[in-house]
């Protein structure tokens, strides 16, 4: 009898241990959804990298739109398309433009797709509210991923306002969102049209 029993505690108490953490759901949930319900969107943002070791820091600020897998975003004279099938990295200071196609393994953590990054293979959990910003840590169950925790802060609207990715390295690499924007945006806005580049140097992969 005492066995019996000691198996069914040691049971609950195993199981117990993958029940994700409720409040750190609800928000995660709430925060994705606020971004899924429109159909397109741009955001202004900074990143910020933090070699704690080194004592080495950096930080640029750019801008994203967002429509679905589609994406253009602006980096250190940087223009990057993805219409969800091929990439086109433009340099604007060399007139050149890298075509590629897209393979969404290439990008685990970006701004396109870090709403919904907790979905699948996270652990995550409610830290605690400060400065108005709920916080919540994320953990990567594949243990041999270049990072070990991802900390989002989320405002009192369900909104994000910022991540932080810590890798092995230790490094951090932060990302705060400056300004957001629901827009209307058209498919054709996705493309890369060459005629609007004299002269363009083309290196095409595909």
Known sequence: MKYLLLTFLTSIISLSGYDPDKKAF???????????????????????????TENISDSFEGKIFVKGEKYVLYIEDQKIINDSKTLW??????????ISEFDPSEQEISLNNIFDLYKNGFDYKYIGEEDKLNIIELYPQDESKTYYKIVFKIDLNNFLHSFSVYDNTNSKFVYTINEFLEEELDNTFFTFDMSLYPDIEVIDFR
């Open 89 to 98: 990295t433009y340099l604007d200071d060399l007139n050149e433009v890298t």
């Open 26 to 52: 609800s928000l995660l949930n709430s925060m994705s959804d606020n971004y899924k319900k429109m159909k397109s969107f741009s955001t202004a943002f900074t990143y910020s990298m933090i070699n704690l």
